[in-house]
């Protein structure tokens, strides 16, 4: 098992790691619309923080020679299910092929206030990684 903290993505507060590979997977943790310094993006903006989210989760994936193709499972937490088409319509953008296995729930917060949404991805490694 091996720990992935791309330097292309805010760093974590190191209690958990952006990814983690094992047995030719790749788990990436819930990423939310966080600037560098913490800050919430695109504040009561569900099209901007799902790009930003997206963004993050592209970034991780391709550090690990995955794109959105590879991912088996997304699971998205949103604070309020009546945003759905919003988030869907970003989604849309960044999963073009077959769609993974999905879960989408609603939840009566995140951690930090403002925040929207979390999505969390696992994709298949490419042979050798």
């Not at 974590?12 to 619309?33: D, E, M, P």
């Not at 929207?116 to 490694?125: D, N």
């Amino acid at each position: 098992m091996a720990k992935v903290n791309p330097a292309s993505v805010p760093a974590t507060n190191g209690r958990y790691s952006h990814a983690t590979k094992a047995a030719g997977l790749l788990f990436v943790s819930g990423q939310v619309a966080l600037d560098g310094e913490g800050r919430v993006v695109g504040e009561d903006d569900m099209t901007r923080q799902s790009e930003h989210v997206m963004e993050l989760l592209a970034r991780i994936l391709a550090d690990q020679g995955c794109t959105f193709d590879d991912v088996t499972h997304i699971r998205t937490h949103l604070t309020d299910m009546s945003r759905l088409l919003e988030y869907a319509a970003v989604r849309g953008r960044y999963i073009t092929g077959e769609p993974p296995a999905s879960t989408t729930v609603e939840v009566s917060r995140l951690f930090q206030p403002g925040l929207l949404i979390e999505v969390e991805v696992i994709a298949a490694l490419p042979a050798g990684r």
